[in-house]
């Protein structure tokens, strides 16, 4: 161990004394190992270990997927028929679990307020593996017709509500309606569905109807166990077996033509947003590596410097194994001081990750921080990094001749054009992966242009959103409905600062439910579906939607519950090509279904709109129709959209005291504006991945400069007499600028058509990350170049301005 202390000060001592050159390395290596930190920490978090429930890693959701919608899952909500029908005929699952969304109003002496809720099998706590932290879980008798109802409470719910107290566990509270005792409270990271409050449904053959869920059938998600060995191909190709069974038993709840598609728990929750993780880990992969390059052109640069020194030292007996290790001893100490100082910035970096990780695409079980793992990652990256960085340029610092060495005039003269080659391969490579990074960066922002540049068809801004979550009971007709809302619209209508409001079922440009219609004298071989919103006359002038023909809803029209719709170009266009669509009627076959809804009938058409985007931003506008909201009671809840003069939120509370003078338990849900949920659902994950790939491509970027630079000054330092001799023999100073500027562009532009190379064959591969731009898109490429040449060039006029102010008396003596 004495070998190694002398080398660890020897080491020490040498790096104190070029304190640039190790600051320098250090800076690159941590910008490399914090960044790779962050990102391995994130999808370790988000994707390999979001959930603290037993053998995660086996738990899948499954899916009718619908052949015609390739792009989608498909239906993942079983009716409580079907979802025994699978749970029990399966042969792959060792068990399966069943939820349904559900709203919770909590009623108590100051006011209602709303839970997000869900209700459950009694087997969800043992198919998860969490146990209750007090109390217990649901049992099977719980959820029996004459149980007593019972509920259990999330840690979250349990810490921000009630503060912790472990007394409320036997109390009762009143839960939409009834009085329920709780009965437990669950771990923190049990969040199944992002729920707060479960309650326990009945296992039954037989359809449910329940004042729970406002009266109509239950859809439960199912949550299956995978058995050991099982693949997700395996699970679908069974359970393909049992729907395809269903199929013929429930017909109108199957498509044509399907298939059953599985997924893991992670993936059903993260989506689109895994490839995205992944493109991002692999940007910092060919971060480090440009790091990597640059500390061992750096190292490298030093070695030639270091030539004479180490000839002395091996002249006096030193051996070539012995110069290596001190000089890899000199890379591990670099090595780990860019380790700490990348942990550093990992720890921050993180936070940073953590507050603009775009809502609901990861797990709300998952917790991201730096976690054992990463640091040993950030470790094994450390101990790679030394012999990426330090190896090449030690065994080229102790090869070949000592004699030519000892005699050469100059530092490094004695193999400064064999490690020139070396240092100019490696500004290469980094100029080519830098240039990778730039091009992906281009793309996203390319991107991300195009998708706030989607013509929505209405004017997002100043609009105010708000769900209302009706008490069970009061609400369940589209008579007490139609009273309620009339009521609410006429007091916020006459609010200073409000345009107009309206009732809604759902948010553009996300789209309400579908239906499949029949259009009376229209044949055709496919199956028509459309899209249809529940809204009242006040909608298009909230919107600014404008009208193309025919006239829009009227005040009387949804008063007096008309069967009379505006439909958009799209369902115009498809369904009746030509022809005027005035006066045609439509039926809506999903209305027959419906308990409180008109059976059998035909919606007349009055005008068309322009067309509204209504399938997320990216995807083709879907036939649409607008039809009074008095038409259906079904469902609990409703929304309203308000347009204001003034800053939306502003009017908030405003909003909120004029909905509680109609009726005080009624209970506010996702509010915000319609820019803000644009903003975080279609914006925010394409923003946060070009904000992250950005700022690894300006790393990138930085660290060519300084690597291109160093190569350069280094080249100048060592070609010093070389420049001498050419200006005594009358070379000008702009011929030496020249040659030296040359020399470092042409460096450049190896690694610009090397990097362009790459780029096009591997930009393919984010395909699915951008939108409305070519993989291959010339002005991304060219923009990319410009940049990569402009600071390439800037690197190179220092050392090549130093150049050109040598003296050529002082230079033919340099040594």
């Known amino acids: 161990m004495d070998w190694l202390l002398r080398?660890?000060?020897?080491?020490v001592r040498n790096l104190i004394k070029d304190r640039r050159f190790a600051l320098l390395a250090i800076l690159a290596l941590a910008l490399g190992i914090g960044a790779t930190t962050v990102i391995f920490s994130a999808i370790d978090s988000?994707?390999?270990?979001?959930?603290?429930?037993?053998?995660?890693?086996?738990?899948?959701?499954?899916?009718?997927?619908?052949?015609?919608?390739p792009h989608q899952n498909g239906r993942g909500q079983l009716s409580v028929p079907e979802f025994m029908d699978f749970r029990e005929q399966n042969h792959v699952f060792e068990d399966v679990m069943g939820t349904s969304d559900l709203d919770i109003l909590y009623t108590n002496s100051e006011g209602t307020q709303f839970f997000s809720g869900a209700l459950v099998t009694a087997n969800a706590c043992e198919l998860l593996g969490l146990r209750p932290i007090l109390g217990r879980w649901i049992m099977s008798e719980d959820g029996k017709a004459d149980a007593a109802p019972v509920f259990v409470m999330s840690y979250r719910l349990w810490t921000k509500q009630f503060n912790q107290d472990p007394k409320i566990v036997g109390t009762t509270?009143?839960?939409?309606?009834v009085s329920r005792t709780l009965v437990?409270?669950?771990p923190p990271r049990f969040l199944l569905g992002n729920d707060d409050i479960w309650i326990p449904i009945a296992w039954s053959h037989t359809d449910i109807n329940n004042s729970e869920t406002g009266n109509f059938r239950v859809f439960m998600w199912g949550l299956g166990r995978l058995k050991p060995g099982v693949s997700l191909q395996a699970a679908a190709a069974d359970l393909d077996v049992i729907a395809q069974h269903l199929s013929k038993i429930y017909p109108k709840d199957y498509p044509e033509h399907f298939s059953v598609v599985t997924t893991s728990l992670a993936d059903s929750v993260v989506g689109q947003f895994k490839s995205g993780l992944y493109?991002?880990?692999s940007a910092v992969a060919l971060l480090l590596l440009i790091a990597c390059c640059n500390v061992a052109n750096l190292l490298l640069a030093r070695a030639t410097v270091r030539e004479r020194e180490i000839a002395i030292r091996a002249s006096m007996g030193a051996s070539r194994a012995r110069l290596v290790r001190q000089l890899l001893v000199e890379s591990f100490l670099l090595a780990a001081g860019g380790c700490i100082a990348g942990c550093l910035l990992a720890y921050g970096g993180l936070k940073a990750v953590v507050a603009y990780v775009p809502p609901r695409v990861v797990p709300a079980e998952a917790v991201i921080a730096l976690k054992p793992a990463a640091l040993?990652?950030?470790?094994?990256?450390?101990?790679?990094?030394?012999?990426?960085?330090?190896?090449?340029?030690?065994?080229?610092?102790?090869?070949?001749?000592?004699?030519?060495?000892?005699?050469?005039?100059?530092?490094?003269?004695g193999g400064s054009f064999r490690h020139g080659k070396l240092r100019a391969g490696l500004v290469i490579f980094e100029v080519s992966l830098s240039i990778l990074l730039l091009v992906g960066a281009g793309l996203m922002m390319r991107s991300l242009l195009a998708l706030t540049r989607v013509e929505l068809g209405f004017e997002p801004k100043n609009i105010l959103f708000a769900r209302l979550a009706l008490p069970p009971g009061r609400y369940d007709t589209a008579d007490q409905k139609r009273l309620l809302m009339q009521r609410v619209l006429e007091r916020l209508n006459a609010l200073p600062g409000v345009i107009s409001?309206?009732?809604?079922?759902?948010l553009p440009p996300y789209g309400g439910p579908q239906s499949e219609v029949t259009v009376p004298g229209e044949t055709h071989s496919e199956t028509w579906n459309v899209q249809f919103e529940l809204c009242s006359e006040g909608y298009f002038r909230t919107l600014g939607a404008h009208l193309i023909r025919g006239r829009l809803l009227s005040d009387d029209?949804?008063?007096?519950?008309?069967?009379?719709i505006v439909v958009n170009q799209v369902l115009a266009r498809k369904f009746f090509k030509d022809e005027d669509p005035i006066g045609k009627t439509v039926k809506f076959n999903v209305f027959d279904q419906l308990p409180d809804a008109p059976h059998d009938a035909y919606f007349q058409i009055i005008g068309v709109v322009g067309d509204v985007k209504n399938n997320t931003l990216r995807d083709p506008t879907l036939p649409e129709a607008y039809m009074p909201y008095t038409i259906t009671g079904v469902g609990r809840a409703r929304a309203i959209m308000v347009k204001t003069a003034v800053d939306p939120l502003s009017l908030l509370a405003n909003v909120s005291k004029e909905i509680w003078a109609v009726d005080s338990s009624i209970a506010l849900t996702q509010t915000g504006t319609v820019e803000s949920y644009l903003q975080n659902f279609s914006y925010a994950a394409p923003e946060f991945g070009l904000a992250a790939l950005g700022i690894f491509a300006g790393i990138g970027l930085v660290l060519v400069i300084i690597g291109v630079f160093s190569v350069m000054a280094y080249t100048v330092s060592l070609q010093t007499h070389e420049f001498g001799i050419r200006m005594a023999l009358g070379a000008q100073q702009g011929d030496i600028l020249k040659m030296v500027l040359l020399k470092g562009l042409r460096l450049i532009g190896a690694g610009v058509v090397v990097g362009l190379l790459a780029s096009v064959g591997l930009m393919r591969l984010i395909a699915s990350q951008i939108w409305g731009v070519s993989a291959t898109d010339p002005l991304t490429f060219a923009a990319v170049v410009a940049a990569i040449l402009a600071v390439g060039l800037a690197a190179c006029l220092l050392p090549a301005r130093r150049a050109t102010q040598v003296d050529p008396l002082i230079a033919l003596r340099y040594e």
Request: aromatic share 10%.
């Open 376 to 413: 040993w990652f950030a470790l094994g990256v450390t101990v790679v990094t030394t012999f990426l960085c330090g190896l090449a340029p030690a065994i080229h610092a102790v090869h070949g001749d000592l004699y030519s060495r000892l005699t050469g005039t100059g530092k490094g003269a």
């Open 173 to 177: 509270m009143t839960l939409n309606g």
């Open 7 to 11: 080398d660890l000060r020897f080491g």
């Open 184 to 186: 437990g409270i669950m």
């Open 46 to 69: 988000i994707l390999l270990e979001p959930f603290a429930y037993k053998d995660s890693g086996r738990l899948a959701r499954f899916f009718i997927h619908d052949a015609k919608q």
């Open 501 to 506: 409001a309206t009732e809604t079922i759902s």
């Open 557 to 564: 029209d949804v008063n007096s519950v008309r069967q009379e």
């Open 279 to 281: 493109m991002l880990m």
